[in-house]
């Protein structure tokens, strides 16, 4: 079972483009979380959401709780964005505190 | 800089031997995380800890064990390694605040111990 489904999986744009990544869950969640790992790296938190939009710089993170889906969008792409980009989701139900289920990753290449 | 340090960054052990990879945090965090990462899947939980000398299994914890004697740190270890401990292992930690209205949940990862079993 998927309970978190994300699309799509690789996705390859040229520099300046607008490019959306995808999130759906198939469970009620607490909170929603969108991750980005460099080739070879780390693991780097980018927004929580639990409701509505947030915004850094280029980067805007959308959630519509009631259909059960999340975007991740970003604007005037830069080769530097190439990363994979993971969501993940708090599960609204009684287990522990804080225990994250994650999607599989959208791997992004953004070409000069 | 504050954050999660794991040691060792890489590691290549033979099938049956053992080690142990340690997880640091500097931001006073209760909560504490193993995953591991394999080509084609999501991150997995392997074990965690709520708080000092807490632990409890995630969803693949066979083959290893975990300890957290002091809050800031947290221990993986592998008694018998298999060639199906060959893994990309993460530690994270995190914090949790609540308002009246919402739930916040910080987590910060460590960079990764890139482990071979051959």
């Known amino acids: 079972k998927n309970e978190v489904e994300q699309s799509p999986q690789n996705l390859t744009a040229q520099e300046g483009e607008f490019i959306t990544i995808n999130c759906s869950y198939s469970?009620?969640?607490?909170?929603l979380h969108w991750l980005q790992q460099h080739p070879g790296g780390g693991i780097v938190s980018l927004f929580m959401?639990?409701?509505g939009k947030k915004k850094h710089g280029r980067l805007i993170a959308t959630i519509n709780i009631q259909e059960k889906h999340s975007s991740l969008h970003i604007t005037a792409s830069h080769p530097r964005d190439s990363a994979v980009y993971i969501c993940?989701?708090?599960?609204?139900?009684?287990?522990?505190?804080?225990?994250?289920?994650f999607g599989k990753g959208t791997k992004l290449s953004v070409k000069p | 800089n504050a954050g999660v340090t794991q040691t060792p960054k890489f590691r290549v052990l033979k099938t049956g031997q053992s080690m142990t990879l340690l997880c640091a945090q500097d931001?006073?965090?209760?909560?504490m995380y193993w995953y591991r990462q394999d080509p084609g899947m999501g991150l997995r939980l392997i074990h965690y800890?709520?708080?000092?000398?807490?632990?409890a299994k995630g969803e693949v914890p066979d083959g290893y064990n975990v300890s957290r004697l002091k809050k800031q740190n947290f221990l993986l270890g592998l008694e018998s390694a298999a060639p199906s401990q060959t893994s990309v292992y993460f530690c994270?930690?995190?914090?949790?605040?609540?308002?009246?209205?919402?739930?916040?949940?910080?987590?910060?990862f460590g960079s990764g111990t890139r482990l071979t079993v051959v």
């Open positions: 994270a930690s995190s914090y949790i605040g609540r308002t009246e209205e919402m739930t916040n949940y910080g987590y910060t």
């Open positions: 469970v009620g969640i607490s909170a």
């Open positions: 959401l639990s409701s």
């Open positions: 993940a989701v708090h599960m609204n139900y009684g287990g522990s505190q804080g225990n994250l289920i």
């Open positions: 931001m006073n965090h209760e909560y």
């Open positions: 800890s709520v708080g000092e000398g807490t632990t």
